[in-house]
């Protein structure tokens, strides 16, 4: 059986940064991973994905620039860097894993963390 546990997010200031974690079993993290992110009342919307060896990643046009995708095989976990914040990027922060390509619709990705709220201040 897969798993996928997420860590980080919190509450951060606007033009602040920080990092979410995503640790995945061996089953899930050998995949394409991504994360979406959801805002109370709100769809579930991507942010980015990176693929198996992480030379293919993608970006949503609303972070591209500030947010920064990478994995670390070693560990099997996958990071989100965010930098630059905005009050927009509050929300519950979803890890998929399990697609075989960066997808940007979320019904492509088999295994899901436990979701990590991201607050931003302004």
């Known amino acids: 059986q897969a798993h996928v546990v997420q860590s980080g997010g919190g509450l951060v200031q606007a033009g602040g940064s920080l990092r979410l974690s995503c640790a995945a079993s061996?089953?899930?993290?050998?995949?394409?991973m991504a994360w979406f992110r959801q805002a109370p009342g709100k769809e579930r919307e991507f942010v980015a994905a990176?693929?198996?060896?992480?030379?293919?990643?993608a970006y949503a046009d609303s972070v591209k620039g500030r947010f920064s995708i990478s994995r670390e095989n070693g560990k099997n976990t996958t990071y989100l860097e965010m930098r630059d914040v905005e009050p927009e990027d509050t929300a519950v922060y979803y890890c998929?894993?399990?697609?075989?390509?960066?997808?940007?619709?979320?019904?492509?990705?088999?295994?899901w963390g436990q979701g990590t709220q991201v607050t931003v201040s302004s």
């Open positions: 061996i089953r899930a993290f050998r995949s394409f």
């Open positions: 990176v693929s198996w060896t992480g030379s293919n990643t």
């Open positions: 998929g894993a399990g697609a075989p390509a960066p997808y940007r619709y979320s019904k492509y990705y088999s295994y």
